[in-house]
C-alpha cells in the first residue's frame, strides 16, 4: 500500500501563487507516477498534472499549462505543485494520486491506484 498526504491548500487572492505538496509513504517502490486532480465545488473531479516518478516527465491539463509547475523530491517521497498566477476557477480540492503502472487511461481517476485525502484551495477574487 502507498498512502499520500496532501499538504499546503489555504486561502490566497487572485493572481497570487501557493505550493502543495504531496507526502508518500509505504511502498513507495511500486510508484510509478504521481498526479494532481482537483474537484471543485459542484463539479466532477478533474485532472491538473502528472509527474513520472523515474524519470520525471511532466505532464499538464491545459487549463494550467504555463502556470502550474509539478516536481518532484524522490529522495523526500514527495511531489509539489507550484501554482502561480491562481485564478477563482482554480478553487478546489486538490488531491494527489499515484499509480503502479503508467496506464492509457493516466488522466482519469481510474487510472490511478492510490488517492490522499486532499487540500482545500480558495482564490479569492
Known amino acids: 500500500q502507498v498512502q499520500l498526504v496532501e499538504s499546503g491548500g489555504g486561502l490566497v487572492q487572485a493572481g497570487g501563487s501557493q505550493r502543495l505538496s504531496c507526502a508518500a509513504s509505504?511502498?513507495?517502490?511500486?510508484?510509478?507516477?504521481i498526479s494532481w486532480f482537483r474537484q471543485a465545488p459542484g463539479k466532477e473531479r478533474e485532472f491538473v498534472s502528472t509527474i513520472t516518478w523515474s524519470s520525471g516527465s511532466t505532464f499538464y491539463a491545459d487549463s494550467v499549462k504555463g502556470r502550474f509547475t509539478i516536481s518532484r523530491d524522490n529522495a523526500k517521497n514527495t511531489v509539489y505543485l507550484g501554482m502561480n498566477n491562481l485564478k477563482p476557477e482554480d478553487t478546489a480540492v486538490y488531491y494527489c494520486?499515484?499509480?503502479?503502472?503508467?496506464?492509457?487511461?493516466?488522466?482519469?481517476?481510474?487510472?490511478?491506484?492510490?488517492w490522499g485525502k486532499g487540500t482545500l484551495v480558495t482564490v479569492s477574487s
Open positions: 494520486a499515484a499509480a503502479s503502472v503508467f496506464r492509457t487511461n493516466w488522466r482519469e481517476e481510474n487510472g490511478m491506484d492510490y
Open positions: 509505504g511502498r513507495t517502490f511500486s510508484i510509478n507516477v
